[in-house]
């Protein structure tokens, strides 16, 4: 099993190396440069030459470069041994740590994910450890779980870490597909079902955010309507999508949401920007217009999505339906609908009790696995019977029906 993807998600967001691209984006190879310019034009053969003289006197880069040479046959006959010994003098700093462990990912050195994960661990950022652990997970065969379980809980432990958020969605999916268990006690059953929460909010809210974006980019002749796009769009931002938590702002900013409250706009983005730093400067800048006053009333909507969630299971807005329901009001929900099956997994967990804890853990798991199914048929099925506040349409009744069909 190839490994490329890996080199995808570790190894261009750490250097500004100059690499060769296919079409498609692929890395292919990286360029060899003289480790210190004169500002000259040289052939392959002068760079290395000027490479290995400051490989001689100690030179960091220049040994890296050489890696790259003899690891692609750049002036010099391809050579793996001597490619990966110049690569280990080099892998000083995690940077040339991680990327020596990305070339054993993608074929530029023969592949061995042993030696990728390895040191993948040794480079020892955030996202260098959720690599190693993906490959003991996904790519050991057997895979390695107690390796990649270990590494996503250290990463666990740092809410502030980046990978925080992907290690807890993958201990979802193991927790779900039965691979793995944090106890059978109720601390156990807890974390359990908020790994599951994770994984099962997390994708149901990426399909929703698609449906909106069909509304509002007319995907496949579906008609624009703003009121659609919100509903949508709104509901994967109540699932903590940062995208939508942005989008969602934006039209309360522009006065497109009917009767939303400026605050209630802060209050999203200061959500996504807590995913996405660039948000952050947004929302500083905000806060710099802001009286006192101002910012005690945004900070008021803020906290209060946050303790939505704690206590709902989601950032549901005010006036939604499945912020605080009742039992009986939730019983009287449509029980097909992944929406109202995720809202149901909570209230149960909430509940506490084994039968409790493994119903809950059989909704999350339909979420999980009938989410984009589940979620176009019931709006096909709104469409159909003019129900939810959606007007009849059999167009687009069917649209929904036939993309619920297809194969995922």
Sequence with gaps: ????????????????????????????????????????????????????????????????????????????????????RYFAEAATTPENTAFWAGFYCTGLLPENPTRAAELFQKAARSGDLFEAARIYQVLMQPPALDKAIALYRKLLQDPAAPEHRRAELEMGNLVLDGRYSAGDDAEGRQQNLDWARSISQELLGQVEYTIAVAYSARVDGVPEDREMWHRFCRRAAAYDMDLAQRFYADDIFTGKVPNANVFEGYAWLRLASEKQTGNKVVVEKLEQRMSPQQKVEASSYYEGLVETREKDGAYYSAGDPLREPSLSELAAMPQDDPDVQLREAFALGMQGGAENYVRAMQLYRTVRDRREIAIKMVLSHDYQQGTNGVSKNERLSKYWMDSASKPH
């Design 1 to 84: 099993m190839k490994l490329a993807f890996l080199l995808l998600l570790a190894i261009p967001c750490v250097s500004l190396r100059a690499q060769v691209a296919n079409p498609c984006g692929m890395p292919t190879g990286y360029v060899v440069s003289p480790a210190v310019s004169d500002g000259k034009r040289h052939t392959d053969a002068e760079i290395n030459s000027i490479n290995r003289r400051l490989a001689a006197e100690g030179n960091i880069e220049a040994k890296f470069q050489l890696g790259l040479a003899y690891m692609q046959g750049v002036g010099v006959k391809t050579d793996a041994a001597i490619a990966e």
